[in-house]
């Protein structure tokens, strides 16, 4: 199965990653690592997790305060990353991209 980015959604992980580059060298790598690891587990296992609103699943980060929201895409066999949500942020700020 293949995955995409919405580009809000790449855009607040990139985001993410400058933010924490900017705390500590390497800690962006760090974050990134652990954000592509949490979609890797997305990819292998897409229905593993449980609803998140009607058309959308998260699975969250094992490091970082993050969830990445995501949509399995039936008709294409693809997986729609839309948000890279910090878990502390106003919820539901997301929905308006599904």
């Given at each position: 199965?293949?995955?995409f980015f919405?580009?809000?959604?790449?855009k607040?992980?990139l985001?993410?990653?400058?933010?924490?580059?900017?705390?500590?060298?390497?800690?962006?790598?760090?974050f990134?690592?652990?954000?592509?690891?949490?979609?890797?587990r997305?990819?292998?296992y897409?229905?593993?997790?449980?609803?998140?609103?009607?058309?959308?699943?998260?699975?969250?980060?094992?490091?970082?305060?993050?969830?990445?929201?995501y949509?399995?895409l039936e008709?294409?066999?693809?997986?729609?990353?839309i948000?890279?949500?910090?878990?502390?942020?106003k919820?539901?700020?997301?929905?308006?991209?599904l």
């Open positions: 199965m293949n995955y919405h580009p809000e959604a790449k607040e992980f985001d993410a990653v400058g933010y924490y580059e900017s705390c500590s060298e390497g800690l962006g790598l760090e990134s690592n652990d954000i592509y690891a949490t979609i890797q997305i990819v292998n897409p229905y593993a997790w449980s609803a998140f609103s009607e058309s959308s699943r998260r699975c969250l980060a094992k490091r970082f305060p993050f969830g990445v929201i949509q399995v008709n294409s066999n693809e997986i729609m990353v948000a890279v949500m910090q878990l502390n942020r919820p539901g700020y997301w929905k308006r991209r």
